[in-house]
């Protein structure tokens, strides 16, 4: 009797280690634990997926936007070398933006 009561602990000890933990954090952000059998690899392919999908939408917004401006100004020939998607106006110039800081 106590050999088996010692052997089904021993089993759920197993079955709760194999278990992934939920930290605090994580419950907050993803309440149903969705990326908690996740491996950090397949987390950085995540990240690095989401920033290239944010970065194909901003270059088809910026590429809709200068179309349509054209379109608004049939009579005006636009001058669109120089155009970046990536740059910013700063004191009347189009350069790169700053670096982020920390």
Request: hydrophobic share 35%; charged share 35%.
């Amino acid at each position: 009797m106590l050999r088996e009561r010692i052997e089904k602990l021993q089993e759920k000890m197993k079955a709760s280690a194999e278990a992934p933990v939920m930290e605090e954090e994580e419950a907050k952000i993803h309440p149903h634990g969705e990326y908690a059998t996740c491996s950090q690899a397949a987390l950085i392919a995540k990240l690095f997926e989401s920033d290239g999908q944010q970065l194909e939408a901003a270059k088809s917004s910026f590429e809709n936007t200068v179309a349509q401006l054209k379109v608004l100004n049939p009579d005006v020939e636009l001058a669109t070398d120089g155009l970046d998607e990536l740059k910013e106006v700063r004191d009347g110039k189009i350069v790169s933006p700053l670096p982020e800081e920390d």
